[in-house]
C-alpha cells in the first residue's frame, strides 16, 4: 500500500503555517492528522488536501505534568477543535493564561498556528505541532 502523507510531510507542511489531512476517495471522509486509512470507512484510496486550521472549541484540559523536557511548558491548555471541513484536531491553546480558562472557551472560534517542539527520548527529533489562536 502506497502511503500519501506520512508524519514528517505532515510536520513540515505545519512549519508553512499549512495544515494537511487526507480524504477518502471512497465515502469523502476527511482525516487529519493522517493515517494510514481512512477513519470512518477503512479505505485506502486518499488524496492529500489542504485544511482552513480554522474551527471551534469542543472542549479542553489542563496539563500540569509536560512530557519529559518539556517540563518548563507547564502548565498549558490543550483544546480539542473541530476544523471547518470536519475532522476534530487537537493542539495547545495560546493568547490565553491557563489560569483564565474556564467553560466559556466552548464554542469559541479559533484558527491554526504551529510551534516546533524538540526531540525528546521518545520522538525522532524535533516536529511541528498544531497549536490554536483565537480567531479575530
Known amino acids: 500500500m502506497e502511503y500519501p502523507l506520512d508524519f514528517k510531510q505532515y510536520s513540515d507542511a505545519l512549519t508553512r503555517n499549512k495544515l494537511l ?4 476517495r471512497n465515502c469523502s471522509t476527511i482525516t487529519c492528522p493522517p493515517k494510514m486509512t481512512c477513519q470512518e470507512c477503512g479505505g485506502s484510496e486518499l488524496r492529500i488536501v489542504e485544511l482552513s486550521g480554522v474551527g471551534e ?7 500540569f505534568v509536560a512530557p519529559q523536557g518539556r517540563e518548563c511548558e507547564a ?25 483564565r480558562v474556564n467553560m466559556e472557551l466552548i464554542g469559541r472560534k479559533v484558527e491554526l ?4 517542539f524538540p526531540g525528546d527520548c521518545y520522538s525522532s527529533g524535533p516536529a511541528a505541532r498544531p497549536l490554536f489562536c483565537f480567531k479575530e
Open 21 to 24: 489531512g487526507l480524504k477518502c
Open 57 to 63: 472549541i469542543k472542549t479542553f484540559t489542563h496539563t
Open 75 to 99: 502548565p498549558y491548555v490543550v483544546v480539542l477543535v473541530e476544523l471547518e471541513e470536519g475532522p476534530w484536531i487537537s493542539g495547545n491553546l495560546i493568547d490565553i493564561s491557563p489560569d
Open 113 to 116: 498556528g504551529h510551534k516546533v
